[in-house]
């Protein structure tokens, strides 16, 4: 459920009109409803509170890593999964405490493991051996312990699309499930290393229960045989990956209700905690981004509608051909079909053809739905536009929680080199 309804013909975000805002700081820029992403935490913690021990529901950083959003969710009791030390220090400003932080990736440096080790965090998902060694080295010269749990690669296919699924054998994540009990065995005897776990994300926008029940299982078989092996086995990060709907016309994804039902059942008896990462599902529909068309142009078959955000601003759909719902903020009740385009010189730059949709013109406000997860964190600047705006609304206040990046600020972080700048003079 979300916090974006029409109000006397007119899109709210909760109690705020949208182009009330969209007038004070401009397009393109998200917006993002508080109540939709409270309520989504609170959905997610219910929906496991069967499990025998309360678990870590660690926010997947990368979703959406503004301060304001991981700040709201970290009073809503969310913990952090971070990818990076960049997301790790996030996290900690924003408050997350340490000890509510899980550390992925398959790239961590030296430096990022020192920096996670300093601050204490509550573990770190290994996603190789040679990962392990490093790891352990960093620990012992610091004089530390590292927790830590090796994600496993269970070799299923997610069904999603290819560039967000993570769990088959083929995609570079995880220890292959027929190396796990080498590298257990392999970690223990690392003196900087504390095994505590097991951990496994086999993708993104999940739409089907069935491939995340059989990596479960397989983990369950994995945790049985690791004990025997003698290991301590303490943690399990069953990941995140829960889809959203995008699409109305499509049939929505699992509830999270579901998803806590299949978990309690298939970890029954499995004397864990388990560590969550949901990233979407917490933040997706919790955010639009908001544009204005700009003029709107006559194509060979449908008009293509030209609006001031482009794929710098939001890479999904050029990215993963991902379909955004996109709704006017005053729609006259009129349809027609069109291609929406940004400005940017790349064909990729669409992110609609031939979409049935609200009829529009130069000056209209629209609305891409569900872009909180994904959005705003994967902009760029190409094509020299400065990072989209973001604001935060709470009830009937909002407020600017990342300021437009000023032109100027784009240009002064460039230098020329010496030779250059004294042409200059
Ligand atoms: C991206 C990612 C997540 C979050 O995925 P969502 O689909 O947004 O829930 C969780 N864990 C890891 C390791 C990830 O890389």
Known sequence: MDHFQMRDGVMHVEDVPLPAIAAAVGTPLYVYSTATMVRHAQVFSEALNQLPQAPLIAFAV???????????????????????????????????????????????????????????????????????????????????????AFRINPDVDAGTHAKI????SENKFGVAYDRAQAAYAMARDLPGLSVQGVAVHIGSQLTDLAPLEAAFGRIGGLIESLRRAGHRIDVADLGGGLGVPYDPALPPPPLPADYGAMVCRVTAGWQVRLVFEPGRLIVGNAGVLLTRVIRVKQGVNEPFVIV?????DLMRPSLYDAWHDIRAVTPSGDRFT????????????TFAMHRVMDETGPGDLLAFMTAGAYGATMAGTYNSRPLTPEVMVSGNDWSIVRARQPI??????????????????
């Open 338 to 349: 069109a291609n929406v385009v940004g400005p940017v010189c790349e064909s990729g730059d």
């Open 408 to 425: 100027e600020a784009l240009i002064a972080a460039d230098s020329l080199p010496p030779w250059l700048a004294k042409e200059k003079l």
């Open 165 to 168: 699924s993570t769990g088959k």
């Open 62 to 148: 990368k979703a959406n890593p503004n301060a304001a959003v991981l700040a709201t969710l970290a009073a809503a009791g969310l913990g952090a999964d971070v990818v990076s030390g960049g997301e790790l220090l996030r996290a900690v400003n924003a408050g997350v405490s340490a000890d509510r932080i899980v550390f992925s990736g398959v790239g961590k440096t030296a430096d990022e493991m020192a920096l996670a080790l300093n601050h204490g965090i509550y573990q770190f998902n290994l996603e190789s051996e040679p990962e392990a060694e490093m790891l352990s080295a960093v620990a012992v010269s610091l004089g530390k312990v590292a927790p830590v």
């Open 308 to 312: 001031d955000a482009a794929m710098n």
